[in-house]
């Protein structure tokens, strides 16, 4: 028997609340990104890091927040708590690994095409990883050709992004691209979604082992929620991951045409000979020595 799949069971809720959650890592992640790379003398591996693990908390938590509304209608869904955590693992660190190569070797075709693919991968794997961890009477079927294009999108969408975090330096462009990141990765989610089909063993109502959604599933997302809202304090107090390279770049700028003002106005007798009182004749005290030569 053919189970009623439902993706969106709360309704819009559930897609707008794993968007946010998406463009909110995506934007952390970016900005400490840009962190390490604006600031040699930083800790760059500890802000690559921190950039890495919003990222990947941001898609897990999009990932199962928009989990919370699917459902097979004739049947109760519970979680692995084992594969959940794992999941999360996977995220974090496959896409560590793309944001170093490209952090440490730059955004070359060679570099940014291999962590591209690693991270995209490990993203698509963290997706049906956590699809794994699914526990329900009945069988879960995908279709082939629609899986492929959700890989291919996680691919893109991932490369996108770690380009996007060694290229843009200003803070509201990075906004953008963590808002195209949030609909590429929302995208890759709900490609893989539609590839489910669910076929039913037994509608009397078995047990088996798990928990159900609202026992795992909220808890757990609200751990890499407070993470990113901890990661969020600490950009929104570090000036150099709110401005941009260009911001710094015009502000450096005033800084040093305020001091070479200050330095270029004359002072002492000098301001004395230059800029004579008003309705007097500047004095000539100096005029020999100008016809010297």
Known sequence: MQGTVDGFRYG??????????????????LRCIVRSLLNGQSWKPGWLALGAAAIGCGIWTM???????????????RYDV???????AVAIVVVGIGV????????????????????GLGVAAMHYLGMAALR????????????????????????????????????LTSLGASLIMGVAVSGMHYTGMSAVSVHLHDTTGGSW???????????????????????GVVVMFDPLLV????????SGAARWTGASSAAERPSGADAAFT????????SRSREPYAHKW
Not at 13 to 25: N, R, S
Not at 107 to 113: E, H, M, P
Not at 212 to 227: I, K
Request: aromatic share 6%.
């Open 12 to 29: 819009a809720v559930t897609p707008v609340a794993a968007y946010l959650m998406a463009c909110l890592g995506g934007a952390l992640g």
């Open 63 to 77: 990932h199962f927040i928009a989990m919370i509304g699917f459902e097979v209608e004739e049947i109760r869904i």
């Open 243 to 250: 401005l941009g390279e260009s911001e710094r770049g015009r």
């Open 100 to 119: 170093f190569i490209v952090g440490y070797l730059g955004a070359g075709k060679g570099a940014l095409t291999g962590a591209g693919v690693i991270t």
């Open 136 to 171: 329900l009477d009945g069988s879960i079927r995908y279709d082939t050709v629609t899986v492929g294009l959700s890989v291919l999108i996680a691919i893109v969408a991932a490369t996108a992004a770690l380009w996007a975090a060694v290229t843009i330096r200003g803070f």
């Open 209 to 231: 082992a798990g928990d159900s959604p609202t026992s795992l599933l909220l808890p757990m997302v609200l751990g890499p929620m407070v993470f990113l809202v901890l990661a």
């Open 275 to 282: 800029a004579p009182a008003e309705g007097r004749q500047p």
């Open 82 to 88: 084992g594969l959940t955590v794992l999941s999360l």
